[in-house]
């Protein structure tokens, strides 16, 4: 059974960077892809970035492509994504996910079938 796993995130001032991991496990091949998603309070959950095992092709939502940047460590199974400059619009509870088969590069949510249980992301002063 897939499992993914979150972790990194922390409560922090603007300007600083985190990056977040997201360790996966259950596959049986190395060609899936990995999304991350974010959910602010009070707004929709919203697409990140995401990158596909296979060829370590990325795709970003336009919103965060200046600023965010996913990366895979294949001997851990984990993927990461590095979040600098923070912003008070970065608080979100960020996710992990990845779908069941789709390995189509993109950021429908609802396209994604095993999720991670999210970690929170704060950005203040």
């Known amino acids: 059974q897939v499992q993914i796993v979150e972790s990194g995130g922390s409560l922090v001032q603007p300007g600083a960077s985190l990056r977040l991991s997201c360790v996966v496990s259950g596959f049986s091949s190395d060609d899936y892809l990995i999304g991350w998603f974010r959910q602010a309070p009070g707004k929709e959950r919203e697409g990140v970035s995401c990158i596909r095992t296979r060829d370590d092709a990325t795709h970003y939502a336009d919103s965060v492509k200046d600023r965010f940047t996913i990366s895979r460590d294949k001997a851990k199974n984990t993927v990461y994504l590095q979040i600098n400059n923070l912003k008070p619009a970065d608080t979100a509870v960020y996710y992990c996910?990845?779908?069941?088969?789709?390995?189509?590069?993109?950021?429908?949510?609802?396209?994604?079938?095993?999720w991670g249980q999210g970690t929170q992301v704060t950005v203040s002063s």
């Open positions: 996910a990845a779908p069941a088969y789709i390995t189509q590069l993109m950021l429908d949510d609802y396209e994604y079938d095993y």
